[in-house]
């Protein structure tokens, strides 16, 4: 009933940006971005609410990160600017369909997108 779609990958030098994009169709009550390093866990990066537009972020990239919507479109975009290498990693997007009291648990959202490739360069 939800799918997803992510696209905005790259090859980028750290200190560099790039944007990514989430198209959803269905319905949801919030999109997040999630990533998962080569031999590493799938983390939570950012997260934002349809109604309201209001925001989350991981730790590690506040003040770098922007994630925004885009409504009649039902377009997320994280904006990812000052890359590191450490930030290499598959991105994915991800739906909540109802909210569980959480919002940084791989288990609170229902539909996941293929994935894009993400990899920043020393």
């Known amino acids: 009933q939800v799918q997803l779609v992510e696209s905005g990958g790259g090859l980028v030098q750290a200190g560099g940006s790039l944007r990514l994009s989430c198209t959803a169709s269905?319905?949801?009550?919030?999109i997040a971005w999630f990533r998962q390093a080569p031999g590493g866990d799938r983390d939570f990066v950012a997260q934002?609410?349809?109604?309201?537009?209001?925001?989350l972020y991981a730790d590690s990239v506040k003040g770098r990160f922007t994630i925004s919507r885009d409504n009649p479109q039902k377009t997320v975009y994280l904006q990812m600017n000052s890359l590191k290498p450490e930030d290499t990693a598959l991105y994915y997007c991800?739906?909540?369909?109802?909210?569980?009291?959480?919002?940084?648990?791989?288990?609170?959202?229902?539909?996941w997108g293929q994935g894009t490739q993400v990899t920043v360069s020393a």
């Open positions: 991800a739906a909540m369909v109802r909210y569980d009291g959480t919002y940084y648990q791989r288990t609170s959202y229902d539909y």
């Open positions: 934002i609410v349809w109604n309201g537009g209001g925001t």
């Open positions: 269905g319905r949801s009550v919030s």
